[in-house]
């Protein structure tokens, strides 16, 4: 509970002051565990602490809570009691048979006991599970607890739907919700398993800080071995036992619903509504109460990964069922062709079908919107029998611009797999490692193959693109300067063979930046050749050898602050995430160096608002193929 130990001081303070609290929150956010340290440290001063708990499979029998505080009840505490009293209590032990004893004096005998081992003792009541306490405990307790305040102090650990605070504790009980861990809390946890931090990172991304989610997935990744850093397989199969756990009591609507929301392209409240009809709002309601969506103008999973498991739980006749629905509620006539798609496997995938899914994947990159748009074309392009490749080639070039490593290794794939021409999967590829982003030095195997297939097409744009990423690799990776700087050299003349001028700058800008590092005396005239040679556009941030970028870091290296952020406001606002993630880090480097370091995230910059999170996400369409693993360097770096 390292990582939560403020909320844990916090509640043993509550509870020194207002003497009862309950811990509340849903499903997997660590209400035990609250509950395990905040008893841990009232036990360190020597007080004792009474434990009672329920199970689902005890739900329906009477008094099983009291079963905990009755068995730990000192002697000559129940020596206080009436015989009346104690053979109540060896009923509830089953010492004894016969009748049950009447409610009144199971309450009045509960509320002795406690006011009984109150005036001996400091005695903390902590009471968790309470949602799968029965009815017959829960009044029983209720009645105690609300009566013996100035006795014993009381711990509970409540769902939100679950019994209230106030019926079970009193009306002035203190109710502390318990938020999802931080991106701080939940790297803390991942890091006791020797996980590396860009995984730590995804983890965190995936389960929305569900605090039972994230420990789960790390203590699985780490049983089967460190995972890759730029590991993109699906992230459900190692939280399998809490997943299926919380969706185990929920009745076939919910599931409905659920599998609805996981796969609809628009997950507004209306169409999901008419897709799941009259069950839907008590369904989404349950759902809402399990903790497991979070329903508004729109239904939203807490955790992407609780969506994933979803989707990998359903048959393939029931996502096929789910989109045909879907199909029929969708509003626009994209999302309407996108779920009739889905519907089909790709050998059943039309002809006529392609056109259109071409035209929407159009529609979505022109507004921006570069996710969706590799979805539609990775669905149009991958038609079994034949195979678009400028399709998926263009879906790798979006994933690309929306950050997403995991579709442009899908596009890649299916490249490969249908034997596309080298051009086409040296395009795919250059966008597979550009998609790396940070990561892109650990996928140089990769930029290698899209030289040898650039080569092989004889397409000398393709070529200068390919060694601009070795270059690059080798120079941040590897710190090999002479062959960075030799593949740096070769971009630039393949570039200006090719009347390319974007990458023929970016060539020059990351030359210098080369010699930069060698200390040559020309890097400066360099980069000023590169910032005139470079297009209007001059590219995408995240290039390597940006020139605009390289101009930031220049000046940062040289103090001038205010000339670097006058250049990297010059760069804003920033098109796409992967650009705006890219902005955010040189964002970073320019505060650090006026060791202003918490000054990036509280600036209100378009440049780097929703930067793009790398890793993996649900596959609408419910395929559970996972994309491929691509190796990348050993999985111990940072």
Known sequence: MRARSLLVDQVHGQLQQARAVAVVGPTGFGKTAVLDAVCTQWQSGGDPVVRLSSTPADAHLPYVPLVDLFTVCPADVSGELSDTQRATIDWVLRRVTGPEPDPALLRVTVLSCLQAWGRRARLLLAADDMHWWGPDSLDVFGFAARRSRGSVSLLAALRPDGPLAHDVLGGDA???????????????????????????????????????????????????????????????PYARKALRTWLAGLAAPVHWVLLLAALTADPSLDVVRRAAGPSADAALADAEAAGLVKVAATVAFAAPVIQEGILAQASGEAVRQAHLTLATAAHGADDRLWHEACALAPAELPAQLIPALADAATTARERGEHTRAAEFALL?????????????????????????????????????????????????????????????????DVAAHALAEATAADEPALISAAHLRLAHGLRVSRGCHTEALAHAQAAEEWAERAGDATTHAAALALTAEIEQGQGSPGRTALLRRALATGTADGGTARMPGHPGRTAVHFALLEDGLEQAERLLDELGPAPCPADRLWLLADSVHLHAHRGEGRSPAKRPTSCWTSPATWGPRPDRRGTRRPPPNWPAAPSNRP
């Not at 790396?436 to 996928?443: D, F, H, I, P, T």
């Open 174 to 236: 203190v109710e502390i919700a318990l938020p999802t861990l931080s991106a701080q809390e939940s790297a803390a946890v991942v890091r006791t398993f020797n996980i590396p931090q860009r995984t730590a990172a995804r983890i965190h991304t995936a389960t929305g800080g569900n605090p039972r989610l994230v420990w789960d997935i790390a203590a699985a990744l780490a049983r089967s071995g460190p995972p890759a850093v730029l590991d993109a397989q699906p992230l459900a």
């Open 380 to 444: 149009a392009g991958g038609r079994t029998g034949g195979p678009r490749h400028d399709l998926l080639v263009a879906a790798a070039r979006d994933a690309e611009a929306a950050g997403r490593f995991d579709l442009a290794c899908t596009a890649l794939d299916q490249l490969d797999r249908s034997r596309a021409v080298p051009a086409a999967r040296a395009q795919a590829r250059l966008a597979v490692v550009d998609a790396a982003g940070r990561g892109a030095a650990l996928v140089a």
